[in-house]
């Protein structure tokens, strides 16, 4: 993840670990929405009492502008979201954002990675209503894949309609890969159903092992290629210097405890770790410790 929100936000930020990460042959690099911070307590504790949302939330830079900045200083590396909240957006207006974005990178280092969001006061800052969730977002797929389609563009559906159109530009290859931040059984179902892949927020080897196998098993009952579907677990935990004494957050920590979480992966049909919280450490040390867990972590 880009440093797009956290102690190191700013356009220098993320431009220094955008080019450092293709420098050390990292596969991707990517960004995430949040519209507003609420005053009010949002976020619910350990023991299930509402507070504050995160400090991390008080600036996050905007993905797909972020994005459209790193494929200029950069060549070769992916370009993801992880995720947008897509039913915050016209599907139209999203479909040729990212379109536009493949267009400027190149083509094929794009993956557009969509979810439902998780506080109702940005829906509300949008007007939409918060009860959309879920089955909006079947049908706000359907839309963007059909915009991406051949011209001319028409779909009706539940919440979207698209009257015959010309619809550009388009993706440079005709699609741009999908994943979900799926990690509750129902999205999980949703994205074996309509997904590329899903990123799922891994609290632990036998939690994301589940969602792993739950993703893989139902796209292949659906009669879906499930090999062919990725899965990138997502890290929650700041890579850090030193290790805390203890036992470390799972896929936290420093490189190596972060590389012996990341071996029992290979075998457990996770393609990719990404990691998502921002790093605690100056941005100097940051580059140490990616270059470290690079050389410990061989690709598979």
Same mark, same amino acid.
């Given at each position: ?17 955008? !080019? ?14 949040? =519209? ?28 797909? !502008? ?36 493949? !267009?400027?990178?190149?083509? @094929? ?11 109702? !006061? ?12 879920? #089955? ?16 001319? =563009? ?24 999908? =994943? ?65 004494? @203890? ?11 972060? #590389? ?41």
């Amino acid at each position: 993840m880009l440093p797009v929100s956290g102690p190191h936000a700013s356009p220098a930020a993320i431009t220094t670990i955008a !080019q450092a990460a293709e420098r050390l042959d990292y596969d991707s690099l990517w960004t995430y929405e949040r =519209v507003l911070r609420p005053i009010a307590p949002v976020w619910p504790g350990p023991d299930g009492t509402l507070g504050p949302a995160p400090e991390i939330y008080r600036t996050t830079y905007e993905p797909l !502008q972020t994005l459209s900045h790193v494929a200029a200083l950069t060549s070769r590396i992916t370009l993801g979201t992880s995720i947008i909240t897509a039913l915050l957006h016209p599907p139209v207006v999203l479909a040729r954002r990212f379109a536009t974005l493949d !267009q400027f990178s190149g083509g @094929g280092r794009v993956i557009a990675g969509f979810g439902q969001g998780s506080m109702a !006061q940005e829906y509300a800052t949008a007007n939409i209503p918060w009860k959309r969730r879920g #089955a909006g977002m079947d049908d706000i797929v359907a839309a963007i894949r059909a915009a991406w389609g051949p011209d001319p =563009v028409e779909y009706e559906g539940r919440f979207y309609s698209i009257e015959p159109s010309e619809i550009n530009p388009k993706p440079v290859h005709g699609d741009i890969p999908i =994943v979900m931040g799926a990690f509750t059984d129902a999205g999980i179902d949703r994205a074996a159903r309509i997904a590329d892949g899903i990123t799922p927020v891994s609290l632990s080897l036998d939690d994301v092992t589940r969602m792993t196998t739950r993703f893989r098993t139902e796209a292949e009952r659906l009669g879906r290629d499930a090999a062919a579907l990725t899965v990138t677990a997502q890290s929650n935990s700041p890579m850090v210097a030193t290790a805390d004494s @203890g036992d470390h957050p799972y896929l936290g920590g420093t490189p190596k405890q972060i #590389a012996a979480d990341i071996e029992p992966l290979r075998e457990r049909g996770v393609d990719a770790v990404m990691f998502a919280w921002p790093s605690p450490e100056p941005l100097d040390v940051q580059i140490e410790l990616l270059e470290e867990l690079r050389t410990l972590v061989p690709r598979a």
